[in-house]
């Protein structure tokens, strides 16, 4: 018995060192020929140390705005995603490849906090950046959104950055545009392979874990068990179990709603 366990948890191990490469920040930003509704959207899971955040309501700018903040930033002064009275939405993904340095994209959050306080549209947003090229230190995947419709990501270095269109089907010919921590027009681009390694990465993890809880049922594993061997069920047990399964109804139907869900893993540098 206690070799299926050191067996078992080997596989954990496996699992939890394949799951490392599974942790990055990943964005969405998808224009509106891509939803059922025509309206543009963008979606983040933050990947990040701080397992602690909160939501402020910023007034000291232009334009008022609700942020998404490490919960001991009391000033609201690095932004990690938001949303400001004028419609304009902003989120982001590390990029490192886009920084001259390991330690590029410190003011990837203090970037988004003006951002949000300054502009209005994604033209506004387009021009900030021109304004502080060189002047920045940023290292990210921009996804941008606003009231008028139109939904972009914009990779950005500290002294360039580069526009891709969510509607553009030159860039985007399915009406969505996907970052993970890369981007496409770094100086070292990653190579194609990568996502094909992602992929496999992913499904053996998958293969794993579903691996693991069949092997758990098959030894006959429970919290606080241990080595010893399963107890069996009384006879009556077992017959009242069986009894109960005989009775199971149906789920009832339910009617559908829209469900809205904030991922934020508390893993890898901050984004």
């Known amino acids: 018995m206690r070799a299926k366990t ?13 799951g490392r490469a599974l942790w990055p920040c990943t964005i969405a930003v998808i224009s509106g020929k891509a939803t059922p509704d025509g309206r543009p959207m963008i979606w ?21 705005f ?10 609201g002064e690095n932004a990690w995603a938001g949303v400001n009275a004028a419609g304009f939405v902003i989120m982001n993904s590390l990029s490192v490849d886009l920084g001259e340095t390991s ?43 606003d009231a008028e419709g139109r939904a972009c990501l914009f990779e950005t270095g500290r002294r360039s950055s580069v526009k891709f269109d969510a509607a553009d089907p030159r860039v985007a010919p399915q009406g ?13 681009r990653p190579r194609k392979i990568c996502t094909c390694r992602c992929l496999r990465i992913f499904f053996m993890v998958l293969g794993i874990f579903g691996g693991v809880i069949r092997g758990l049922g098959l030894l006959g594993l429970r919290p606080g068990q241990g080595d010893r061997e399963p107890e069996q069920e009384p006879q ?27 991922l934020d893993d508390d893993h890898g540098k901050q984004s």
Do not use: W
Request: aromatic letters at 8%.
């Open 6 to 18: 050191r067996l078992v948890l080997y596989v954990l191990g496996l699992l939890a060192l394949a």
């Open 44 to 64: 983040k899971n933050r990947d990040t140390d701080v397992l602690n955040n909160k939501v402020l309501y910023v007034t000291s700018g232009k334009y008022p």
């Open 66 to 75: 609700l942020g998404l903040f490490n919960a001991d930033d009391n000033r």
């Open 103 to 145: 330690q590029s994209g410190d003011e990837n959050g203090t970037f988004m906090s003006r951002a949000l306080a300054e502009c209005a549209t994604v033209r506004d947003f387009e021009r900030l950046l021109e304004m502080t090229n060189g002047k920045r230190d940023t290292a990210a995947n921009f996804g941008v959104m």
């Open 176 to 188: 969505y545009i996907l970052r993970t921590n890369f981007a496409l027009t770094a100086a070292k």
């Open 236 to 262: 009556d047990e077992q017959q009242r179990h069986q009894d109960d399964l005989g009775q199971v109804k149906a789920p009832e139907e339910h009617a559908e709603g829209n469900v809205l869900v904030v």
